[in-house]
């Protein structure tokens, strides 16, 4: 159980065009959704935190109107990097968790490349 | 504010070898402590955890003990395969604050050969 499916795995686009990453809590119901950017040989940094139905927290330095996030369900939560730039070009990677205190289950990352 | 210390590697082994990654915490009150796995192109799956002094997580060989008095939650394998070459990553969620926060040490990465 507890499985978190994130797609796509790997996108490669063009600098300026917008990439929507999905995070999926297959067999359960996740209140809250985390995102994570992990860059090369480092570790894991937490971008933003999003609780079904309402607005996401971001982390300080993290922009607000450049990763957009939605969550929108219990199941799903979406990350968009608006005019994508080469320099967002890093491995994100979602968890979802069912409620405070429970732990967080990880997505396999998506590898998004900006050219 | 709370942090986690780990060795950094990369630490390469031989099939069958001892293994020690050392993590120290600094943390208010009593956080729960965690290793993490991140096998090649994948995302992070928990291995182990404790959540409070003196508790052993365990798991798949790896074991982990939470303690308080030197505030470090070391994962130790006795016999290391291949398929355990993969990045491994000490993790704290910090007991007060409400923050959901999960906070990663560095990542150590462990390559095994046969």
């Known amino acids: 159980g507890a499985v978190v499916s994130q797609h796509p795995s790997w996108v490669i686009c063009k600098s300026g065009t917008s990439v929507k990453i999905e995070c999926r809590s297959l067999?359960?119901?996740?209140?809250?959704m985390f995102w994570y950017r992990q860059f090369p040989k480092q570790s894991l940094m937490l971008m933003a935190t999003?609780?079904?139905?309402?607005?996401?927290?971001?982390e300080q330095g993290v922009e607000k109107d450049k990763f957009l996030i939605n969550h929108a369900s219990l199941t799903l939560s979406t990350l968009t990097v608006t005019s994508a730039h080469p320099e967002d070009s890093s491995f994100y990677i979602c968890?979802?968790?069912?409620?405070?205190?429970?732990?967080?289950?990880f997505g396999d990352g998506t590898r998004l490349s900006i050219l | 504010g709370d942090s986690v210390t780990q060795m950094e590697g990369p630490v390469t082994l031989s099939e069958e070898a001892f293994l020690t990654i050392n993590c120290t915490y600094t943390?208010?009150?009593?956080?729960?402590l965690f290793w993490y796995v991140q096998y090649p192109g994948e995302g992070l799956q928990l291995l182990l955890k404790?959540?409070?002094?003196?508790d052993k997580g365990s798991n798949k060989g790896f074991e982990a003990t939470y303690r308080k008095e030197t505030t470090s939650f070391h994962l130790e394998k006795g016999s290391v395969q291949v398929s355990d070459s993969a990045v491994y990553f000490c993790?704290?969620?910090?007991?007060?604050?409400?923050?959901?926060?999960?906070?990663f040490g560095k990542g150590m990465k462990l390559t095994v050969n046969p």
């Open positions: 404790a959540t409070k002094a003196d």
């Open positions: 067999d359960f119901q996740a209140t809250t």
């Open positions: 968890s979802a968790r069912r409620g405070y205190g429970q732990p967080q289950h």
């Open positions: 999003s609780n079904e139905g309402s607005k996401a927290t971001y």
């Open positions: 943390a208010t009150g009593y956080p729960s």
């Open positions: 993790a704290l969620h910090p007991s007060q604050g409400g923050s959901e926060k999960l906070v």
